[in-house]
């Protein structure tokens, strides 16, 4: 028991031990590294780009960066990272002595000093590149800017005439970029480089505005000036006028319109005199000159309405008058058709709702021609009127239409009748002829009954159609009923024909077995009655029947000879 306790001791010792050797072997990694990333920031050219700085003129701003970021990678070199470097070597004492925890966090604190230090240089860089870039870029621009302003004040000078309200603006902005350049100039003197590049970026974007503003605002102020109040007094005479000779344009409500594009014109003036809002400025103008046009077009096609009105209300009343002419017409054409036809009650009754609409029309044709002749309405709103008559007077005219229609295809269904019965008539002749011919016994009795009936339909429909007034919906159901009966009529004859002529043959061809068998004598016998009882089916079937055991195939036979 004792050895065994001795040995799970060594086994645990050892396995610890392993463990240990693993956790040290990885803390000394991490040291490894943390001291290549050292020495990288230590081997960083730092001092030459701090370097760049003192060929810049070292006053004020400038001077004061220059030390700050110098001192800044001093306390880096000679304090930050020896301490960095200590660290790691306690870093390494602590694992040596199992103490992993300790090493870790301190592990741990080295590489966020390590990372604020990268975001410290990281930082300093940046601002040594802004600083030396804003002066280069301050050199570079600032002889073309000047001679920008020297020339947009000589542009200035020259069209100090036709600037108007605009001048004290210009020249207030005027003063405020060239201030801008002062104190470029003395933010520069003091080394203060990101301070004058601000000065000179807004001197820059003042004088390009201005510039551009100089260009625009001589014809923005003939418009507001001169175009629009001109544009408005010519259309306000032109209202004037059309008035005096007549118009009613009062509905249109010009004035206030008008009114308030004079308002809104003023407005743009006060704007346009402290250039606020140039850019959208000429889109408004523009936007207030569509609205004239507007107006002016709703002039134009005001005297083009009344022109037309005035073209229209003849050619209205001749119109209307041989719309008249026509249902006057067809109400007389349909008394005389009265005379053979029953007219459905719908028929008379449409043509009476035809002659009320037609005077409801001329009612509004006279009111037409009062409000153009009082000018008590737009001509505008009465050529709509008029379009709106015409419409109705061309639906009338179909309603017309479809009357005289209707009239000539009613005498088109009696002839129609007509002929149909005519060709009944002779169906049934030809129906007849073909039992003639066919020399038959006779007819069974259920044909004779529908030949009977076919005839009685033939007469009905005949007698309907001789009626007066002729009711053509009774005659149209009474032909049809006759046509239907007679075409049944027809393959009914053809039918029995046939049939007839077959059992006529079977029984023929039959007899050549008529000795065979008693029962074959007897069959033929009974089916030769049937043939002359008219039973023609049932004389095939009899014939058959007696001597199939003999010829099985008698009728197909039989059949095949007769239609060969």
């Given at each position: 028991m004792t050895m065994y306790v001795i040995y799970a001791t060594i086994v645990v010792l050892a396995v610890l031990f392993t463990i240990g050797m693993v956790f040290r072997k990885n803390i000394y990694k991490e040291v490894d590294k943390l001291d290549d990333w050292k020495n990288t920031i230590l081997n960083r050219d730092i001092p030459s780009e701090i370097g760049k700085v003192k060929n810049l003129h070292m006053s004020g701003e400038t001077e004061e960066k220059f030390e700050?970021?110098?001192?800044?990678?001093?306390?880096?070199?000679?304090?930050?990272?020896?301490?960095?470097?200590?660290?790691?070597?306690?870093?390494?004492?602590?694992?040596?002595k199992y103490r992993f925890k300790k090493a870790k966090d301190i592990i741990s604190l080295t590489k966020e000093r390590l990372n604020g230090i990268e975001t410290q240089l990281q930082l300093m860089v940046e601002e040594i590149n802004q600083l030396v870039s804003s002066a280069e870029q301050n050199s570079t621009e600032i002889g073309s800017v000047r001679e920008q302003s020297q020339s947009l004040q000589q542009i200035l000078l020259n069209k100090r005439g036709s600037l108007g309200v605009t001048v004290t603006t210009f020249d207030t902005r005027m003063d405020r970029s060239r201030e801008l350049l002062d104190a470029f100039d003395e933010a520069t003197d003091e080394g203060s480089y990101l301070k004058a590049r601000e000065h000179l970026s807004e001197a820059k974007s003042?004088?390009?505005?201005?510039?551009?503003y100089i260009e625009v605002v001589p014809k923005l102020l003939v418009q507001i000036k001169t175009t629009v109040p001109q544009e408005l007094r010519?259309?306000?005479?032109?209202?004037?006028?059309?008035?005096?000779?007549?118009?009613?344009?009062?509905?249109?409500?010009?004035?206030?319109?008008?009114?308030?594009?004079?308002?809104?014109?003023?407005?743009?003036?006060?704007?346009?005199?402290?250039?606020?809002?140039?850019?959208?400025?000429?889109?408004?103008?523009?936007?207030?000159?569509?609205?004239?046009?507007?107006?002016?077009?709703?002039?134009?096609?005001?005297?083009?309405?009344k022109q037309k009105v005035a073209q229209s209300i003849p050619d209205m009343r001749e119109h209307v008058a041989q719309v008249d002419e026509q249902l006057i017409l067809l109400m007389e054409e349909t008394t005389q058709?009265?005379?053979?036809?029953?007219?459905?009650?719908?028929?008379?009754?449409?043509?009476?709702?035809?002659?009320?609409?037609?005077?409801?029309?001329?009612?509004?044709?006279?009111?037409?021609?009062?409000?153009?002749?009082?000018?008590?309405?737009?001509?505008?709103s009465i050529l709509d009127m008029v379009e709106e008559w015409?419409?109705?007077?061309?639906?009338?005219?179909?309603d017309i239409d479809k009357g005289k229609q209707a009239l000539y295809d009613l005498r088109q269904d009696e002839l129609k009748a007509k002929e149909t019965l005519s060709q009944l008539r002779q169906k049934m002749l030809e129906s007849k002829r073909l039992l003639q011919k066919s020399n038959i016994p006779g007819l069974p009795s259920d044909a004779v009954d529908h030949l009977e009936k076919?005839?009685?339909?033939?007469?009905?429909?005949?007698?309907q159609l001789e009626q007066v007034p002729l009711e053509m919906g009774r005659v149209n159901v009474l032909v049809e009923e006759a046509l239907a009966c007679v075409e049944e009529n027809e393959s009914k004859m053809r039918e029995i024909v046939e049939s007839?002529?077959?059992?006529?043959?079977?029984?023929?061809?039959?007899?050549?077995?008529?000795?065979?068998?008693?029962?074959?004598?007897i069959g033929l016998i009974q089916a030769e009655e049937m043939f002359r009882e008219y039973e023609y089916e049932e004389a095939i079937e009899c014939a058959y029947q007696a001597v199939r055991e003999y010829d099985p195939s008698i009728v197909e036979k039989v059949s095949e000879q007769f239609t060969a």
């Open positions: 700050l970021w110098r001192n800044e990678w001093d306390e880096i070199v000679g304090a930050i990272l020896p301490d960095i470097e200590e660290k790691l070597f306690d870093i390494e004492e602590y694992a040596a003042e004088i390009e505005a201005l510039s551009a010519q259309l306000i005479q032109g209202i004037h006028d059309m008035e005096k000779t007549g118009y009613n344009l009062e509905s249109f409500a010009f004035f206030p319109k008008i009114e308030s594009i004079s308002k809104q014109n003023d407005e743009l003036l006060g704007k346009v005199a402290t250039l606020d809002g140039i850019d959208i400025i000429e889109e408004k103008i523009n936007n207030l000159l569509a609205q004239i046009d507007q107006m002016y077009e709703m002039l134009e096609v005001e005297v083009e309405a058709v009265q005379l053979s036809y029953r007219l459905a009650e719908e028929e008379i009754t449409f043509q009476e709702i035809i002659k009320k609409k037609l005077n409801e029309l001329m009612t509004q044709l006279q009111v037409i021609v009062d409000v153009s002749e009082n000018k008590s309405q737009t001509y505008t015409r419409e109705q007077v061309k639906q009338i005219q179909i076919s005839e009685e339909k033939l007469i009905l429909a005949a007698k007839a002529q077959l059992a006529e043959r079977v029984i023929q061809f039959a007899n050549r077995y008529r000795n065979r068998s008693e029962k074959a004598r």
